[in-house]
């Protein structure tokens, strides 16, 4: 067995240094029919040809006792159309009652040549003789390595061939690893690797792709950042992708396996991973949106997920395992579901991706749609949003800051272009979107009834709000809900169609402790 890696300056194999086309043929050879004539391949350097004696080759005398035979064979050999022939003829002689196979070999200049062979010997008329010759193999073969293609990690393996083991090899199985750039922390080096990161990469600039993109059209910061995060989770990609697919496709499931989606941001190929985020990029409300409506679906979640995988612990034979939500067990889960998990050969990679998809699932029933002006500009799928909105009862008004109330270095208060209505007993705050796009949360003082002024419990400084800025208001931790953008359907006129889904950050932890309600 030879194993080259496929680099540039790799030995060549010497197991195999030859191209053999076989032509597998079933003919039965009789001095009475005369030649039976086949034809080679083009470029033939050399002439292989197979005689068997299905039966063996033996004569029983009259008192059953076995008699060595001898069969002659002539084989000639033409450059096609010429008919200028080379003529040998080959003897056979055994006493076995077994199958035998006798092979003739002829070395010839490069061409393409005909090839007749008769049987020499007469025809046996007695049930006491076993002599059928049968052609059953034209091979021609070319003295030029079988694979021309640079870059190809390639194993040749010869096999000594046995009555159990002949001819082509079914099934050959090997474990490999993909060779490809692959960041270690501080640059990106060529070595084995799983990582999708990695992987995405070389789906875009690798030896597959036929037109391979340059380092300056991938986003290589997010992809490093994706790889360190696949790293410290353990996800890999590992699959044999040997049917055709399209870059696009490629990229969504190796990315999918790193819990992230491919994205193309400022004509740059990049991941948007699904991950925990604290800092809001935009704030959405009836100010700065329009068009809002909601869309809710009541899934029947399953009990629990039969997932799918192949598993690399158990010869990387097909595996399934049983991931069971919050409160359901073998005793008592009566609804399942399958789960495919292509690419995923962990089980513990495998269990922690169904509790993923269980708690979101859960926790993602919803899908938030509205549209917005050139606000939007600033987002990208994938970003966190504070969101405030009557209809969905998150906070109990939106406005903006008319003045700002306090002294030169801090500010105590604000005056707002809407009314605010407070009640007793209950406890208030409001958030800001400053100029800079930045979240400043304050708690504010309960002054029963409508209010336009607003006293904060701790001054903010001078400068982090000013006036125009947009305030969220409501009771203390239902002011505004964290989204995250599932996607951005721009429009001609610079709005922009935008859908979101609760942030749920406890989808992250589903792998360690219960899914919340």
Known sequence: IETRQGYDDDAPLTLITEQTRQENLN???????????????????EISIDITFPRGLLTYDSSGNKVSTTVDVEIGYSVSGAGSWTTETITTT????????????????????????KRVTADATSDRVFDTATWTALRSIKNEHPVNMTGLAMTAIRIRGTDQLNGVIDTLNGVVESILPDWNGSSWVEQATSNPASLFRDVLQGAANKVPVTDGQIDLA?????????????????????????VQDALNDIAAVGRASPSRVDAKWTVIIDKERAVPVQHFTPRNTFGFNGEIIFPDIPHA???????????????????????????????FETLELPGVTSAAHAWKDAR???????????????????????????????????????????ARVKTVIGDSADITGVTVDDVFVMETGKSYCVRFRAADGTTVFRNILTIAGSNTELTFS????????????????????SESVELIIKSIEPHSDLTATITCLDYSPAIYNAELSDIPS
């Open 458 to 477: 701790a001054p903010i400084s001078v400068g982090d709000i000013e006036a125009g800025d947009m305030v969220m208001f409501g009771e203390n931790g």
């Open 356 to 398: 993923y998809h269980i708690a979101a699932a859960r926790l993602r029933p919803q899908s938030y749609i509205f549209s917005a002006d050139v606000e939007h500009i600033v987002c990208t799928r994938g970003d966190l949003v504070r969101f405030n909105h009557d209809v969905t009862l998150h906070g109990l008004g939106r």
């Open 27 to 45: 003919v039965t050879l009789t001095e009475a029919d005369g030649y039976s004539t086949r034809t080679t391949e083009t470029d033939t350097d």
């Open 222 to 246: 997010t992809l490093q950042e994706w790889h360190a995060a696949c790293a410290a989770a353990g996800r890999e990609y590992n699959a044999v992708i040997d049917t055709q697919k399209s």
């Open 305 to 335: 997920f039969r997932v799918n995988f192949i598993n690399r612990d158990k010869d990387w034979q097909l595996d399934e395992i049983i991931v069971y939500d919050d409160g359901y067990g073998a005793d008592n889960a009566t609804i």
């Open 94 to 117: 055994a006493s076995q009652t077994s199958a035998l196979l006798k092979n003739f070999r002829a070395k010839v200049s490069r061409d393409q040549y005909d090839i007749r062979i």
